[in-house]
């Protein structure tokens, strides 16, 4: 049901872009606030905060956005030295409320798919993966816009890169950065 909602958000915001849109850039960067990872058959390991990063391009039409965007984001285990990286290519659709200000809020919505890489293994594992955020654009020129979010991040049938066991994780990901509209 979760990927079927996410799907057809994602797609609303694709159906809605006019002939009009503005092709924009977009990098940021922050936190990763990494869930555990519970390994069906092995147990529950920790994972501390790390860098989260994100690039995108995409098309502006004043009230909605889609883009495809990569993100990458580095944890390490509390308990030993092993670490991960997960990889996202994503197609996001995003709606921004008017306000009549220089700050807009936004919702956003996304899916694709996430490759874990973790240190103890000698593959990676990829599995479809859907996001769901909100946060503030703040306008700093007429092409120029600073922006602050949250998105949380879930993969779907995810395994094991080292023994193929169903494993479930999670992200919490603050994130801030310029977008640029040309």
Known sequence: ????????????????????????????????????????????????AGLALNG??????????????????????????????FLTVMANGYYDMETN???TPYLMAGAGILNADVSWASDTSTSFAWQVGAGLGFKIDNNMTFDVGYRYLRPEGLESPANGNDVEWESHNILAGIRYNF
């Not at 606030?33 to 501390?48: C, M, N």
């Not at 502006?60 to 092993?82: F, N």
């Open 56 to 85: 995108a391009i995409g098309y502006d039409s004043g009230s909605t956005r889609i883009e495809a965007a990569v993100g990458y984001q580095q944890h390490d285990w509390k308990y030993s030295l092993d670490d991960g990286s």
């Open 101 to 103: 200000s220089e700050i």
């Open 1 to 48: 049901m979760k990927k079927t909602v996410m799907m057809a958000l994602v797609f609303l915001g694709l159906g809605s872009t006019p002939a009009v849109a503005q092709p924009y850039v977009s990098g940021s960067a922050g936190v990763g606030i990494a869930g555990d990872w519970v390994e069906q058959g092995w147990g529950i390991d920790e994972l501390e």
